[in-house]
């Protein structure tokens, strides 16, 4: 199940856009955040407060990880679609080689094109996962590679330019060819229907009876814990005999697998403790097998590593660009923590027990013990993979539900992101184009920044790591719809604990305005703002988006009868508005109950139902309503951010000092990650 909860919910538009608290660590009035904005995204910066006080060996710590971070952002790019590296390159060098007319309409629009690309990993948008088009013709696009001269295109071996042409051209603009990247349409074959790059040749069925078979001979030959199968690997069907193709040194992706393992192997020089470098150590171990018992030997490990200041996120680890739910995406993200912000998390952390023994969950799928439960705010200073450019707020980790059982789990917020979210979208006018008063609005003023975060907290540091399988539940029976349903779960529990009296018992706010800011927020989202995501016409598909439709709208089905949640028209406007906070919050716990039964039993049917009833349509009057009033406001509904770039100084060969510069030109980062941080070859 997926733990990297994307929880950007609009971050960028909604309460951080209410969010102008003052914070001892904030920079000068001077930095940028905002950058650019281009189609529906924009691009931003942050900032890593505190770097300059980490020691000359921390800091060295923290350059080997990010140059470990940024070595696998080719895999990336092939995962999601087999022909995203040879479509990047071939991009890549008509943006630095043509000499035509660089300042036409036409141009402009090629290197939109582009722009999109490198932000989405790929020719698929990086939250629909639908295809996205140049506002280019095929002829044009056909001309610019002509005529440029200088560089190369990324040619098979014997291939002329023209057929490469003819083979590029028609994988970019041609709407029938790879349309979606992960297709979850009910009664349609998965796989078949997905272009990501998990499985070449093999149909749905195959792919689960293969898996099966694998859970059923480790369970016969007496494994007490099952590991993640498949998650490193592509799944192929080769002359009639399907197989694994597994992410290794030596296998797929070795090439930038190994520039991975050096980097860790220099991290693992300076690290903090013997216990750190234990956990690099078992990583570079598990990248030169590929074996995933070692996967989670490093896990158990990574999971205990409370003492380091110091941390990093490195591997093959979530699963949502998987139809099936099966194999990962490579990422990494470097920090180290925010001490003084950590004692929030902390206090909820040090609370998980009583949490849990007061869940309104059934006692059966209850922890009667919950261990090793951590949690901590952090400071980013280097995002790789799929956590980049667009990044999660909250990570809950690892995703393996006994290591989570029998070790527990870290829990993270990310505090500088979210701070770079508030600061780039301040005086937007979203909060006041779709609140339903004046009220709504000042509480989110007051109290959404803090809101968010808490329900970051509780969703990363309790939620995900709350509940337990019953016995003989493997957790992977709710197969396409277990991302949605645990987020649901994860956003569920913190929704229904944020409102809980033990949270101003425990000080972590002092006014019920932060709960009902929250509220307001998460239905408005759920219900209205989220739509601006969605493409006229589309359904929902996005894990985190059904999560937060099916919460929204299952509570607004429920609460009916009693008007808990009213909708309604004003000046031909629709709003939403929460009438009864106490009986909303009666409404999530009851989901929760249902949604923690539905996992601890791997009831699919009643998880899949949920999801098809409540989750997956889109109203489209609503739809052009509210894709109109966004309209206007000239806003971008997804951000990402430009990376900071460490420099070692040097003496006599020797780093004595590590440099933290603020790069300001998106499409500069990408050419220099292009030349100095891609490996793999442009066809796998």
Same mark, same amino acid.
């Given at each position: 199940m997926k733990q990297l909860a994307l929880l950007l919910i609009m971050i960028g538009l909604i309460t951080a856009s209410c969010n102008q608290e003052?914070?001892?660590?904030?920079?000068? /009035?001077?930095?940028?955040?905002?950058?650019? /904005?281009?189609?529906d995204l924009k691009i931003m910066r942050y900032q890593v407060p505190g770097f300059d006080e980490l020691t000359l060996q921390q800091k060295e710590l923290v350059y080997y990880l990010s140059q470990a971070a940024l070595a696998g952002r080719d895999i990336l790019f092939d995962q999601n679609y087999k022909y995203n590296l040879a479509i990047r390159r071939t991009l890549?060098?008509?943006?630095?080689?043509?000499? %035509?007319?660089?300042?036409? +309409?036409?141009?402009?629009? *090629?290197?939109?094109?582009?722009?999109?690309?490198? *932000?989405?990993?790929g020719i698929h948008h990086h939250y629909s996962k639908d295809k996205f088009f140049p506002e280019i013709t095929p002829a044009y696009f056909e001309s610019l590679m002509r005529e440029t001269t200088g560089g190369s295109f990324p040619l098979r071996e014997g291939q002329d330019l023209e057929s490469f042409i003819a083979e590029i051209v028609p994988v970019i603009f041609d709407p029938n060819i790879a349309p979606k990247a992960v297709s979850q349409e009910a009664g349609k074959d998965l796989l078949l229907n997905s272009a990501c790059n998990f499985y070449e040749g093999v149909t749905e069925q195959e792919a689960e009876l293969f898996y099966k078979n694998l859970k059923d001979q480790a369970v016969k030959a007496g494994a007490d814990t099952l590991v993640s199968f498949g998650l490193n690997s592509k799944?192929?069907?080769?002359? %009639?005999?399907?197989?694994?193709?597994?992410?290794?040194l030596g296998g797929l992706y070795s090439q930038a697998i190994e520039q991975v393992v050096y980097w860790l192997k220099k991290a693992a020089g300076v690290a903090e403790n013997s216990h750190q470098k234990a956990v690099i150590?078992?990583?570079?171990?598990?990248?030169?097998? %590929? +074996?995933?018992?070692?996967? +989670?030997e490093y896990n158990v490990l990574w999971v205990q590593d409370l003492d380091s200041h110091i941390d990093f996120v490195n591997g093959f680890i979530e699963n949502y660009g998987d139809p099936m739910g099966l194999k990962a995406t490579w990422e990494s993200v470097v920090n180290f923590? +925010?001490?003084?912000?950590? /004692?929030?998390?902390?206090?909820?952390?040090?609370?998980?027990?009583?949490f849990e023994d007061h869940s309104p969950v059934d006692t059966r799928f209850k922890k009667p013990e919950v261990k090793g439960v951590s949690a901590k705010v952090i400071t980013a200073a280097q995002l790789g993979g799929d956590c980049y450019p667009s990044t999660p707020i909250g990570i809950n980790l690892p995703n393996a539900d006994w290591i989570r059982k029998e070790h527990g789990s870290k829990s993270v917020t990310i505090e500088n992101i979210t701070y770079a979210y508030d600061q780039a979208a301040i005086g937007n006018g979203m909060i006041e184009e779709f609140a339903a008063s004046p009220e709504e609005i000042e509480l989110a003023k007051n109290f959404g920044s803090l809101a968010s975060n808490l329900h970051t907290d509780l969703h990363e540091c309790l939620g995900h790591g709350s509940g337990q399988l019953l016995p003989g539940t493997r957790g992977d029976e709710l197969k396409n719809y277990g991302s949605p349903l645990e987020e649901a779960r994860a956003d569920l529990f913190a929704l229904y604990y944020i409102a809980d009296p033990k949270m101003m018992e425990l000080g972590l706010y002092d006014n019920e305005g932060v709960y009902k800011a929250e509220y307001n927020s998460y239905i408005r989202n759920g219900m209205l703002t989220q739509l601006t995501r969605i493409e006229p016409g589309k359904t929902i598909e996005q894990a985190h988006m059904r999560c937060r439709q099916l919460i929204a709208a299952w509570s607004y089905d429920l609460g009916k009868d009693k008007n808990v949640i009213e909708k309604f028209e004003r000046d031909g406007k629709t709003y939403v508005k929460v009438n009864d906070y106490e009986a909303l919050r009666e409404l999530f716990g009851k989901m929760l109950s249902e949604i923690q039964r539905i996992k601890s039993e791997g009831d699919y049917t009643a998880g899949r139902d949920l999801i098809e009833k409540y989750a997956v349509q889109v109203d489209q009057k609503l739809h052009s309503e509210i894709l109109a009033r966004f309209s206007k406001l000239n806003l971008a509904p997804y951000g990402g951010f430009i990376n900071p770039v460490f420099v070692p100084v040097t003496q006599n060969g020797k780093i004595v000092d590590v440099k933290v510069e603020?790069?300001?030109d998106y499409t500069g980062q990408m050419m220099d990650y292009s030349k100095n941080h891609s490996f793999l070859p442009a066809f796998n």
């Open positions: 003052q914070k001892k660590t904030e920079p000068q /009035q001077e930095f940028k955040f905002l950058l650019e /904005q281009f189609a890549e060098n008509i943006a630095e080689n043509y000499k %035509g007319n660089r300042e036409s +309409d036409e141009f402009k629009k *090629f290197m939109v094109y582009t722009k999109r690309v490198w *932000f989405s990993n799944l192929v069907k080769r002359n %009639g005999v399907v197989a694994e193709e597994v992410y290794k150590e078992a990583l570079v171990k598990y990248y030169e097998t %590929g +074996d995933l018992s070692i996967w +989670d923590k +925010d001490i003084k912000a950590t /004692q929030r998390a902390e206090t909820i952390s040090a609370n998980a027990q009583w603020y790069p300001d």
